[in-house]
């Protein structure tokens, strides 16, 4: 299927490993000119090389930290320079320490808050108008399937990330008919902090392998595995395209099914 993406201009945040990047590389594969992002600056710029390398668009790398207002008012420039406009942005944050309730202290709450919430609503300010130009555009957040379904010792996110998908729900109508709002919600999918506590596993004797150790992870799902990144981006692509185009305000678990709500 053509996504029909040929030049657009797409930034995605979060983007120098994990699902930021397997939905940056899904974008760049089907002709989308992106800006990827991330702190670590050699990171961003072996992203960029690998997502270049099989990209049908351009791939630009800008730093920055979400949780800095300048750095994301930088982001927004810097895509607008690069390809005079934008037209898809695809949110994207690592997760929140985990912990119980009793052990997360405020500072822990207020750092997770700017981090996932407040990036979100200053990247949305800053790129409204780029994204309400032209035939509209379109925002995907990547969140967790912990809004659905709490997660044990995740606190942060179970309770933080509703923030997200409240927001996403109020702008899908402010910003329509312009702007289509959607979230994908990821179950486990093996990026690299999966595959990092897995091979830990591994070296503490849990698993013979990490073969066995993946295969674990995967055993309650139905589909008998967990999820591959570019599964995810694939789906992000989609949302961002026009063939998705009467797709608004909703929430897509992609976790093979393992959640359990109904709804």
Do not use: H, W
């Given at each position: 299927m053509d996504?029909?993406?040929?030049?657009?201009?797409?930034?995605?945040?979060?983007?120098?490993?994990?699902l930021g990047k397997a939905s940056a590389k899904a974008l760049a594969r089907e002709g989308a000119n992106v800006v990827l992002n991330g702190r670590d600056e050699d990171r961003l710029e072996a992203a960029r090389e690998e997502i270049s390398a099989v990209a049908d668009g351009r791939v630009v790398a800008q730093p920055g930290d979400l949780t800095d207002p300048d750095d994301i008012s930088a982001l927004v420039s810097r895509t607008v320079d690069e390809f005079g406009g934008i037209d898809h942005l695809v949110t994207s944050a690592g997760g929140p320490a985990s912990g119980p309730f009793l052990e997360t202290t405020d500072e822990d709450w207020y750092h997770a808050y700017d981090l996932l919430v407040m990036s979100v609503v200053r990247l949305v300010r800053e790129a409204a108008d780029e994204l309400r130009a032209g035939d509209g555009g379109n925002v995907v957040h990547i969140t967790s399937r912990s809004v659905k379904e709490a997660i044990d010792s995740l606190v942060l996110s179970?309770?933080?990330?509703?923030?997200?998908?409240?927001l996403e729900k109020t702008l899908s109508r402010e910003l329509a008919p312009e702007v289509r709002f959607n979230s994908v919600l990821p179950g486990p999918i093996e990026t690299e902090r999966i595959s990092d506590l897995i091979e830990q596993s591994v070296e503490r004797g849990e698993f013979?392998?990490?073969?066995?150790?993946?295969?674990?992870?995967?055993?309650?799902?139905?589909?008998?595995?967990?999820?591959?990144?570019?599964?995810?981006?694939?789906?992000?692509?989609?949302?961002?395209?026009?063939?998705?185009?009467?797709?608004?305000?909703?929430?897509v678990p992609i976790d093979g099914g393992l959640g359990r709500s109904n709804i």
């Open positions: 996504l029909q993406l040929d030049g657009d201009a797409a930034l995605v945040t979060a983007s120098s490993s994990g179970n309770s933080v990330r509703m923030g997200v998908i409240g013979d392998s990490y073969e066995e150790g993946l295969e674990a992870k995967g055993s309650a799902n139905p589909l008998g595995r967990i999820g591959r990144p570019m599964e995810l981006g694939n789906t992000v692509a989609f949302l961002c395209s026009p063939e998705s185009a009467y797709i608004n305000g909703i929430t």
